[in-house]
């Protein structure tokens, strides 16, 4: 049984462009929650999507956008690259009536390099 | 104050050494915590949650004060494995079902 997969691994892109990031939930789970990882730092909650809504967010601009689809695959788009964004994005994903707050288990996380 | 503060490190120590690592949170009201571990350049994978009577998981121990907001992780008789970031991730009320992670103790465990 698969975990969370997610593509690509690695990605290299230039200020001002856009990205598209994705990401496979296991199987059985309904939501799934984005987060970034800069150099040094812990994981900073993107937002979070179930049942193809928005469902909660964090404190990132609205240059970063989501959608999830109806076999609860979702994606992450940034536009307007800025250097700063450089990181790893984390999927996660999880049942929505399981226990609260359990824990997140992630996907490997695509790296993305801004240059 | 931050929401889930750690003391960045990094630890040093010999194989069979006892480490701890404490990290501290700001919101009294935080039901849930955990700690993680994170390999260089892979993702964060749950360690242990910790539990208000504190729990054990071989040489892994964690804790929870509450009256002091802080949670510690023991680990006992460290093995080369061992090396890694030890991220401290709390749930507090205001974050809803988002984890708020601290910045990690990076712990370097040698021969």
């Known amino acids: 049984d698969a975990g969370v997969t997610q593509s690509p691994t690695h990605l290299i892109k230039t200020r001002g462009q856009q990205v598209t990031l994705r990401c496979s939930p296991k199987?059985?789970?309904?939501?799934v929650s984005w987060y970034q990882q800069a150099l040094g730092q812990g994981p900073q909650f993107i937002f979070q999507?179930?049942?193809?809504?928005?469902?909660q967010r964090g404190n990132f601009p609205d240059r970063f956008s989501g959608h999830q689809f109806p076999n609860y695959s979702s994606e992450l788009n940034v536009n307007a690259l800025l250097l700063g964004d450089s990181a790893l994005y984390l999927c996660?994903?999880?049942?929505?009536?399981?226990?609260?707050?359990?824990?997140?288990?992630f996907g490997n996380g695509t790296r993305l390099t801004v240059t | 104050r931050k929401e889930v503060e750690q003391d960045p490190g990094p630890f040093n120590v010999p194989e069979g050494a006892t480490v701890a690592f404490n990290c501290t949170y700001s919101?009294?009201?935080?039901?849930?915590f955990f700690w993680y571990r994170q390999d260089c350049r892979k993702e964060p994978k749950l360690l242990m949650s910790?539990?208000?009577s504190g729990n054990e998981d071989g040489r892994f121990t964690a804790q929870l004060n509450r009256a002091s907001q802080y949670i510690s992780l023991l680990i006992r008789d460290s093995k080369l494995s061992d090396s890694a970031t030890y991220l401290c991730?709390?749930?507090?009320?205001?974050?809803?079902?988002?984890?708020?992670f601290g910045k990690g103790t990076t712990l370097s465990v040698s021969s």
């Open positions: 996660a994903s999880s049942l929505l009536g399981a226990q609260a707050n359990s824990p997140l288990h």
């Open positions: 199987s059985g789970h309904d939501t």
């Open positions: 999507y179930y049942e193809e809504e928005e469902r």
């Open positions: 919101n009294s009201a935080s039901q849930s």
């Open positions: 910790v539990y208000s």
């Open positions: 991730v709390v749930n507090p009320p205001e974050a809803g079902t988002a984890l708020i």
